[in-house]
């Protein structure tokens, strides 16, 4: 049952941290009239400007993370990035708190070796090879079993942060002292990943229903540059045996974690071998271009099964369709956008500007959505299109 926002009769969503993509999930919980909470580090990040109530505090703060659960009560705590003491929400779903999509998934999927071991040693999914180090001489040998090239990043991070490519011997400690600097949280372990050479890399974002059914979107193609997301496209076409192996890879570990809502489960395709790389427990970065490209975008897939509400099929209603990010280049606190109208002037294309209050290099500050004939047309037009819109830094 559903209620009045600011009501005796509201349900109440508290989002624990409040980007872009908690920004989408705000706007379409108000749509089915939920009361929403945004909680970041950082005061006016973007789900807050659109949020009923906001609130800045240390989300690795367990005092802290407390007091605004208590003063709010709130029926779902969706956890949206990886800066959160997850160790806490295992005793807030102990006390009947609903973490979504729970604090088992939560804490699992927040922190690479977790994930890694559940997906390779429980699971038996096809993986890269890996190891995991804490120390540098660990980091040494594991990077010796390896092999060179390998991929480096922190056990928790996001976004790319701490991950580095080793490409010769000269590289060892500086991945390794890159690793921790951007490591989230107070651990010094890293995982050390055989380098796939793959075909492409997808994101199949799979939706576990309330009563356990499965669904999925078609795959998002995408490519990352260190780590971290610069376009996306949908359909990414493979055949019927490889887009099989995919779900099954996805379903298996999604039904494994449990709960309510969206998964972006990262996957590389090599011929036809299907290989497990991560899984976010949340709306995927990647999957912006389900603003322009499906019936119901994954933030809308989020919080219908985050409610138990029902999702009919879920189908891409464009034949291809693509987002491409705008980037910041500098530290600024005074930012502002030109070139908008004129990226605006593509036929069948939206542009969504996130507004972060500040900027710093390589920060996504907004993203440009088109459609096309074909995946191709459609990256090329927002690619084109982020290209007409400017950063103006005003110090």
Request: glycine fraction near 6%; aromatic fraction near 6%; include cysteine.
């Amino acid at each position: 049952m559903l209620g009045t926002p600011l009501s005796d009769t509201s349900k109440k969503l508290m989002l624990l941290g409040s980007g872009e993509l908690g920004k989408e999930v705000i706007i379409e919980a108000q749509r089915l009239g939920v009361e929403t909470i945004a909680i970041d580090r950082y005061e006016n990040a973007p789900a807050m400007q659109v949020s009923h109530h906001s609130r800045t505090i240390n989300m690795q703060d367990e005092n802290e993370l407390r007091k605004v659960v208590e003063e709010f009560q709130p029926d779902y705590i969706v956890p949206e990035i990886e800066a959160i003491n997850t160790e806490f929400l295992l005793e807030l779903e102990k006390e009947g708190f609903n973490i979504i999509p729970t604090a088992r998934t939560t804490n699992l999927t927040m922190d690479r070796e977790g994930i890694r071991r559940l997906a390779a040693e429980e699971l038996s999914l096809p993986t890269a090879k890996f190891e995991f180090a804490e120390t540098l001489e660990e980091f040494k040998t594991g990077v010796k079993k390896i092999g060179i090239p390998c991929v480096v990043k922190p056990i928790q991070s996001s976004s790319g942060h701490g991950q580095s490519t080793v490409k010769t011997e000269d590289d060892i400690v500086k991945a390794w002292n890159f690793a921790l600097e951007d490591s989230r949280g107070d651990s010094t372990k890293v995982i050390i990943e055989e380098f796939i050479k793959f075909d492409s890399e997808i994101t199949l974002l799979t939706v576990r229903e309330k009563s356990g059914d499965i669904k999925f979107c078609d795959p998002i193609g995408h490519i990352q540059v260190s780590g971290d997301y610069r376009e996306s496209w949908q359909p990414q076409l493979y055949s019927n045996d490889v887009m099989i192996k995919c779900q099954e890879v996805a379903h298996s570990i999604v039904d494994n974690l449990g709960g309510t809502g969206i998964f972006g489960c990262e996957l590389f395709i090599r011929g036809d071998e299907v290989l497990f790389s991560e899984i976010s427990p949340r709306p995927h970065d990647t999957g912006m271009v389900t603003l322009i490209s499906q019936n119901m975008t994954e933030f809308e897939l989020h919080v219908r099964a985050i409610l138990g509400l029902p999702i009919p099929e879920i189908k891409t209603i464009v034949k291809g369709a693509a987002s491409h990010v705008v980037l910041a280049d500098r530290d600024s606190d005074k930012i502002s956008f030109s070139g908008v109208e004129e990226a605006l002037k593509t036929p069948n294309s939206s542009v969504r500007i996130f507004g972060k209050p500040t900027s710093r290099p390589h920060r996504r500050m907004g993203v440009c959505l088109a459609t096309g004939e074909n995946t191709d047309d459609a990256r090329q037009k927002a690619e084109n299109m982020s290209k007409k819109i400017s950063i103006i830094y005003k110090n």
